[in-house]
């Protein structure tokens, strides 16, 4: 079935610079990749997904990029600020199929 | 609209007991799913459900059984807790039958077995 690998686990940036999350995936059938943010004591909350028909998809500080070559997905936050500090998930999913396969995980810390 | 609903917010239980944990939405979604994430890890897919009637197993489903009588209910029942079942549970929901749309969760229910 399908595996979501999510790279790093930790990652601590200064605020104002730019925070990279990367994922792979194992089903190269995958064709939907979600990325959710997880503040503490939270719900994840949907923050951008991208379809298999699209390399690259910006909403203000935040992007996604995809590459189905080599079953790899990214999250990119620029101009990072203290909000951004949470847990960050990526998942990954088939239209053919029903379940979302979810990442380990990656918390992110903003220094002031 | 409550979005996706979850009772009871915590939930003490002793090992061997039984206990539903409910899940409901008012958003008519036909997907609805249970997921466990212990501290400090994913979200690990428990049951999902993608119409009333029809159910199926996730990653993670021994220890729990679920059933979808209604568009909007989704409970999950625990058989005989264990202390490996403490964490938190979230419900989730989407529009379709299949992966490739958003996931709405509920705000989970932090259990723990003693």
């Known amino acids: 079935g399908e595996n979501v690998e999510q790279h790093p686990s930790t990652l601590s940036v200064q605020e104002g610079d730019s925070a990279v999350i990367k994922c792979t995936y194992s089903?190269?059938?995958?064709?939907?990749f979600p990325w959710y943010k997880q503040e503490l004591g939270k719900r994840p909350q949907l923050i951008i997904d991208?379809?298999?028909?699209?390399g690259e998809k910006k909403d203000q500080r935040i992007a996604v990029t995809l590459n189905k070559t080599a079953k790899h997905f990214s999250l990119h936050i620029t101009e990072t600020q203290p909000e951004d500090s949470a847990v960050y998930f990526c998942a990954a999913s088939k239209s053919s199929a029903s379940k979302i396969i979810f990442g380990s995980g990656t918390r992110l810390s903003i220094r002031p | 609209n409550a979005g996706v609903t979850q009772t009871p917010k915590f939930q003490v239980l002793k090992t061997g007991q039984s206990m539903t944990l409910q899940c409901a939405q008012d958003m008519n979604h036909e997907y609805m799913s249970w997921y466990r994430q212990d501290p400090g890890m994913g979200l690990r897919l428990i049951h999902y459900s993608v119409g009333a009637g029809i159910t199926d197993q996730g990653e993670v489903p021994n220890g729990y059984n679920v059933s979808r009588s209604t568009t909007e209910d989704f409970p999950l029942r625990l058989l005989s807790a264990a202390p490996s079942q403490t964490s938190v549970y979230f419900c989730a929901t989407s529009q379709g039958t299949s992966g490739g749309y958003p996931q709405y969760f509920g705000p989970g229910t932090r259990l723990t077995v003693l």
């Open positions: 089903d190269s059938a995958s064709n939907y």
């Open positions: 991208i379809r298999s028909n699209v």
